[in-house]
């Protein structure tokens, strides 16, 4: 059995396509199934729903063989133990710095101004700040990052852009771009070896998607 770990929503609607490609349907849909476990098919292959910072994890223990995941959650999670053969080009966005539009960045930098940072993305934004040579104070959360500058609880959030609508009906402005972000193909390194006559025509076929349509997003 090979087990594909994917997350609701962006993720899992354009990793269709390249399962699709790779002569995989899921039978069922997340939005109307309660079920976390999908069959597909293909009866050796199968989905599981997984929060999408847990797609590293279950990757990395061998609770799944493959997943999908952002550049963003993989760099977070550090991305010990799996193999990344593919750039999928899918959920694309970008990771920035954002500021209540009020908000003076370039001169609190330039005067080396110790920023309030709240992020859900701590390791990005510590080694992003420490190659500026900016002093942060970094303040986790978990969702919601927008609401940081606007109570005062931040000068600067670390969030991910893709239309910028967001930032725009929160009154705040993007200053800084740190990364592009796009969606992995990551793979058990020790399921790479054991199962490779399952696992080897998943990524081929993928790969050979891609090439043929490059992502609109
Ligand atoms: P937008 O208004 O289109 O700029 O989207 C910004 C909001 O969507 C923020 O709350 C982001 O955290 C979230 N977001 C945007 N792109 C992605 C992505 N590829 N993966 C996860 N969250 C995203």
């Known amino acids: ?3 594909l770990a994917l997350s609701k ?34 009866p050796g292959v199968r989905v599981v729903l997984v929060r999408a910072t847990d797609v590293p994890t279950y990757v990395e ?5 493959l997943g999908v995941t952002g550049k963003d959650t993989l760099i977070e999670h550090g991305g010990q ?4 053969p593919l750039d999928l080009k899918i959920a694309a966005c970008r990771m920035s710095v954002a500021v209540r539009a009020d908000f003076d960045y370039a001169s609190a930098v ?12 701590t390791a990005i934004a510590r080694e992003f700040f420490a190659s ?28 991910l852009v893709s239309t ?19 969606s992995r193909l990551v793979v058990n390194q020790a399921a790479l070896k054991l199962k490779q006559a399952g696992i080897r025509p998943i990524i081929d076929a993928f790969a050979n998607a891609i090439q043929k349509e490059p992502s609109t997003s």
């Open 110 to 121: 330039r005067q080396g101004s110790r920023l309030k940072v709240a992020t859900k993305y």
């Open 9 to 42: 929503g962006r993720i899992f609607d354009e990793t269709l396509p390249l399962l699709k490609a790779a002569g995989i349907e899921v039978l069922e849909d997340p939005d109307t199934s309660r079920k976390l476990i999908l069959p597909t098919n293909q």
């Open 1 to 3: 059995m090979i087990t």
């Open 81 to 84: 133990g799996l193999y990344q």
């Open 164 to 182: 910028g609508n967001t930032l725009k009906a929160n009154h705040l402005v993007e200053v800084e771009r740190i990364m592009d972000i796009s």
């Open 132 to 159: 500026k040579g900016v002093h942060v104070d970094l303040i986790k959360l978990y969702g919601s990052m927008e609401l940081a500058p606007l109570t005062g609880l931040a000068d600067a959030i670390v969030d």
């Open 61 to 65: 223990y061998g609770g799944a063989d």
